[in-house]
Protein backbone atom coordinates (compact mmCIF):
# COMPACT_ATOMS: atom_id res chain seq x y z
CA UNK A 1 0.00 0.00 0.00
CA UNK A 2 1.38 3.51 -0.93
CA UNK A 3 1.47 5.67 2.20
CA UNK A 4 2.94 9.22 2.34
CA UNK A 5 3.57 10.59 5.42
CA UNK A 6 4.01 14.33 6.21
CA UNK A 7 5.71 15.81 9.51
CA UNK A 8 7.54 19.04 10.24
CA UNK A 9 4.67 21.58 10.23
CA UNK A 10 3.72 24.02 13.03
CA UNK A 11 3.34 27.96 13.78
CA UNK A 12 6.03 30.31 12.69
CA UNK A 13 6.55 33.86 12.61
CA UNK A 14 6.63 35.86 9.43
CA UNK A 15 10.40 35.37 7.62
CA UNK A 16 11.02 32.18 10.26
CA UNK A 17 12.13 29.05 8.59
CA UNK A 18 10.49 25.45 8.67
CA UNK A 19 11.30 22.41 7.00
CA UNK A 20 8.97 19.96 6.36
CA UNK A 21 9.61 15.74 5.88
CA UNK A 22 7.16 13.61 3.69
CA UNK A 23 8.29 9.75 4.41
CA UNK A 24 7.27 7.57 1.58
CA UNK A 25 6.41 3.45 1.44
CA UNK A 26 5.36 0.66 -0.51
CA UNK A 27 6.03 1.46 -3.62
CA UNK A 28 9.77 2.26 -5.71
CA UNK A 29 10.34 5.63 -4.39
CA UNK A 30 13.48 6.22 -6.21
CA UNK A 31 11.74 5.97 -9.81
CA UNK A 32 9.21 8.96 -8.92
CA UNK A 33 8.70 12.11 -9.94
CA UNK A 34 6.94 13.91 -6.27
CA UNK A 35 5.30 17.15 -5.82
CA UNK A 36 4.20 19.34 -2.83
CA UNK A 37 1.04 21.35 -3.07
CA UNK A 38 -0.75 23.41 -0.73
CA UNK A 39 -4.12 24.27 0.51
CA UNK A 40 -4.85 27.36 2.53
CA UNK A 41 -7.60 27.77 5.28
CA UNK A 42 -11.43 27.14 3.22
CA UNK A 43 -9.42 27.87 -0.01
CA UNK A 44 -8.15 25.49 -3.34
CA UNK A 45 -5.32 23.25 -4.25
CA UNK A 46 -2.10 25.39 -5.25
CA UNK A 47 0.66 23.43 -6.67
CA UNK A 48 4.10 24.54 -4.96
CA UNK A 49 6.76 22.37 -6.47
CA UNK A 50 7.99 19.14 -8.60
CA UNK A 51 11.57 17.46 -8.03
CA UNK A 52 12.20 14.74 -10.20
CA UNK A 53 12.97 10.49 -9.44
CA UNK A 54 16.40 11.45 -8.79
CA UNK A 55 16.34 14.98 -7.31
CA UNK A 56 18.49 16.15 -9.90
CA UNK A 57 15.35 18.75 -11.03
CA UNK A 58 12.76 20.84 -9.46
CA UNK A 59 10.78 23.28 -10.65
CA UNK A 60 8.74 25.57 -8.13
CA UNK A 61 5.54 27.78 -8.17
CA UNK A 62 6.55 31.77 -8.77
CA UNK A 63 4.81 32.51 -5.23
CA UNK A 64 7.79 29.99 -3.51
CA UNK A 65 10.69 30.57 -6.19
CA UNK A 66 13.53 31.13 -4.46
CA UNK A 67 12.31 31.27 -0.96
CA UNK A 68 11.30 27.14 -0.93
CA UNK A 69 13.96 24.21 -1.71
CA UNK A 70 12.84 20.95 -2.75
CA UNK A 71 14.88 17.73 -1.83
CA UNK A 72 14.75 14.11 -2.25
CA UNK A 73 16.77 11.46 -0.37
CA UNK A 74 16.00 7.95 -2.37
CA UNK A 75 18.21 6.25 0.51
CA UNK A 76 15.57 7.09 3.16
CA UNK A 77 13.02 7.30 1.04
CA UNK A 78 11.97 10.26 2.38
CA UNK A 79 11.25 14.42 1.19
CA UNK A 80 11.62 17.32 2.40
CA UNK A 81 10.73 20.61 1.71
CA UNK A 82 12.26 23.70 2.73
CA UNK A 83 10.65 26.96 3.79
CA UNK A 84 12.31 30.32 4.54
CA UNK A 85 11.66 33.67 4.61
CA UNK A 86 7.60 32.47 5.41
CA UNK A 87 5.08 34.78 5.24
CA UNK A 88 1.55 34.92 6.47
CA UNK A 89 0.19 33.89 2.77
CA UNK A 90 1.83 30.20 2.99
CA UNK A 91 -0.40 29.70 5.94
CA UNK A 92 -1.71 26.27 4.62
CA UNK A 93 -2.25 22.61 4.69
CA UNK A 94 0.74 21.04 2.69
CA UNK A 95 0.34 17.75 0.88
CA UNK A 96 3.41 15.74 -0.31
CA UNK A 97 2.36 13.88 -3.32
CA UNK A 98 3.26 10.86 -6.03
CA UNK A 99 3.63 12.29 -9.48
CA UNK A 100 2.15 9.13 -11.97
CA UNK A 101 2.71 9.71 -15.57
CA UNK A 102 1.38 13.01 -17.85
CA UNK A 103 1.44 14.59 -14.25
CA UNK A 104 -1.38 13.58 -12.70
CA UNK A 105 -1.33 13.26 -9.12
CA UNK A 106 -1.58 9.86 -7.84
CA UNK A 107 -0.90 9.78 -4.32
CA UNK A 108 -1.53 11.97 -1.83
CA UNK A 109 -0.40 12.12 1.79
CA UNK A 110 -2.73 13.24 5.01
CA UNK A 111 -1.23 17.01 4.91
CA UNK A 112 0.65 18.92 7.50
CA UNK A 113 -0.69 22.39 8.89
CA UNK A 114 1.71 25.52 8.53
CA UNK A 115 0.52 28.32 9.92
CA UNK A 116 2.58 31.77 9.55
CA UNK A 117 1.44 34.47 12.53
CA UNK A 118 2.92 36.81 14.58
CA UNK B 1 0.31 30.82 -12.98
CA UNK B 2 -3.58 31.90 -12.36
CA UNK B 3 -5.35 28.99 -11.73
CA UNK B 4 -7.56 27.77 -13.55
CA UNK B 5 -11.62 28.40 -13.90
CA UNK B 6 -13.69 26.37 -12.39
CA UNK B 7 -17.46 27.49 -11.39
CA UNK B 8 -17.28 28.04 -7.38
CA UNK B 9 -20.48 25.95 -6.75
CA UNK B 10 -22.40 23.29 -9.29
CA UNK B 11 -25.70 21.28 -8.02
CA UNK B 12 -27.84 18.85 -8.99
CA UNK B 13 -30.70 16.08 -7.51
CA UNK B 14 -30.06 12.45 -7.07
CA UNK B 15 -30.07 10.37 -10.52
CA UNK B 16 -29.19 13.85 -12.46
CA UNK B 17 -26.09 14.33 -14.43
CA UNK B 18 -24.11 17.42 -13.88
CA UNK B 19 -20.89 19.02 -15.42
CA UNK B 20 -17.89 21.05 -13.90
CA UNK B 21 -16.17 23.13 -16.54
CA UNK B 22 -12.10 24.12 -16.20
CA UNK B 23 -11.22 26.90 -18.59
CA UNK B 24 -7.71 27.41 -19.20
CA UNK B 25 -5.39 28.92 -21.67
CA UNK B 26 -3.49 27.65 -25.33
CA UNK B 27 -0.08 27.49 -22.67
CA UNK B 28 -2.02 24.79 -20.29
CA UNK B 29 -5.44 22.85 -21.05
CA UNK B 30 -5.31 23.84 -24.68
CA UNK B 31 -2.06 22.45 -25.50
CA UNK B 32 -1.56 19.86 -23.45
CA UNK B 33 -3.70 16.77 -22.60
CA UNK B 34 -2.57 16.71 -19.17
CA UNK B 35 -5.95 17.11 -17.70
CA UNK B 36 -6.65 15.21 -14.37
CA UNK B 37 -9.70 15.25 -11.86
CA UNK B 38 -9.37 15.37 -8.33
CA UNK B 39 -12.44 14.92 -5.57
CA UNK B 40 -11.79 15.86 -2.37
CA UNK B 41 -13.90 15.29 0.60
CA UNK B 42 -14.00 17.21 3.83
CA UNK B 43 -11.26 16.99 5.86
CA UNK B 44 -9.40 14.46 4.05
CA UNK B 45 -6.80 14.61 0.81
CA UNK B 46 -7.50 14.98 -2.66
CA UNK B 47 -8.14 12.03 -5.14
CA UNK B 48 -7.54 11.44 -8.46
CA UNK B 49 -10.40 10.79 -10.84
CA UNK B 50 -10.15 11.40 -13.84
CA UNK B 51 -6.45 11.84 -15.84
CA UNK B 52 -5.43 12.68 -19.72
CA UNK B 53 -8.44 14.64 -20.12
CA UNK B 54 -10.94 11.16 -19.86
CA UNK B 55 -9.12 8.32 -18.37
CA UNK B 56 -10.13 6.61 -15.27
CA UNK B 57 -7.97 5.31 -12.31
CA UNK B 58 -8.81 1.59 -11.40
CA UNK B 59 -11.85 1.96 -8.80
CA UNK B 60 -13.60 4.79 -9.82
CA UNK B 61 -16.80 5.08 -11.14
CA UNK B 62 -18.02 4.85 -14.43
CA UNK B 63 -20.53 7.72 -13.62
CA UNK B 64 -17.36 9.97 -13.72
CA UNK B 65 -16.39 11.18 -17.64
CA UNK B 66 -13.65 13.78 -18.53
CA UNK B 67 -13.41 15.45 -21.75
CA UNK B 68 -11.69 18.57 -23.63
CA UNK B 69 -12.64 21.07 -26.04
CA UNK B 70 -10.26 23.96 -26.94
CA UNK B 71 -8.69 25.29 -23.68
CA UNK B 72 -11.95 23.81 -21.77
CA UNK B 73 -11.52 20.67 -20.17
CA UNK B 74 -14.88 19.48 -18.28
CA UNK B 75 -16.03 16.87 -16.00
CA UNK B 76 -19.54 15.26 -16.09
CA UNK B 77 -21.02 13.16 -13.17
CA UNK B 78 -23.79 11.12 -14.55
CA UNK B 79 -26.46 9.38 -11.65
CA UNK B 80 -25.85 11.79 -9.18
CA UNK B 81 -25.33 10.07 -5.39
CA UNK B 82 -25.51 11.89 -2.64
CA UNK B 83 -21.84 9.89 -1.57
CA UNK B 84 -20.48 12.42 -4.99
CA UNK B 85 -21.15 15.52 -2.62
CA UNK B 86 -17.82 16.99 -2.38
CA UNK B 87 -15.33 19.55 -3.74
CA UNK B 88 -13.95 19.29 -7.44
CA UNK B 89 -10.56 20.47 -8.64
CA UNK B 90 -9.08 19.96 -12.22
CA UNK B 91 -5.36 20.19 -13.05
CA UNK B 92 -3.42 20.92 -16.06
CA UNK B 93 0.13 20.78 -16.75
CA UNK B 94 1.54 24.30 -18.11
CA UNK B 95 4.90 23.42 -19.67
CA UNK B 96 8.23 24.07 -18.21
CA UNK B 97 7.50 21.08 -15.76
CA UNK B 98 5.17 23.34 -14.08
CA UNK B 99 1.14 22.03 -12.82
CA UNK B 100 -1.82 24.42 -12.51
CA UNK B 101 -4.94 23.81 -10.61
CA UNK B 102 -8.40 25.11 -10.87
CA UNK B 103 -10.30 27.13 -8.31
CA UNK B 104 -12.01 24.48 -7.18
CA UNK B 105 -15.68 23.53 -7.32
CA UNK B 106 -18.53 22.69 -5.02
CA UNK B 107 -21.28 20.37 -5.76
CA UNK B 108 -24.05 20.21 -3.95
CA UNK B 109 -26.30 16.84 -3.99
CA UNK B 110 -29.89 17.96 -3.25
Known amino acids: EVQLVESGGGSIQPGGSLRLSCAAS????????MHWVRQGPGKGLMWVSV????????SYADSVKGRFTFSKDNARNMMYLQMNSLRVEDTAVYYC???????????WGQGILVTVSS | QSALTQPASVSGSPGQSVAISCTGS?????????VSWYQQCPGQAPKLIIH???ERPSGVSDRFSGSKSGNTASLTISGLQVEDEADYYC??????????FGGGTKLTVL
Open chain 1, 97 to 107: ARAGSDWKIDA
Open chain 1, 26 to 33: GFPFSGYW
Open chain 1, 51 to 58: INHDGSHT
Open chain 2, 26 to 34: STDVGTYNF
Open chain 2, 52 to 54: DVS
Open chain 2, 91 to 100: SSYAGSSTLI
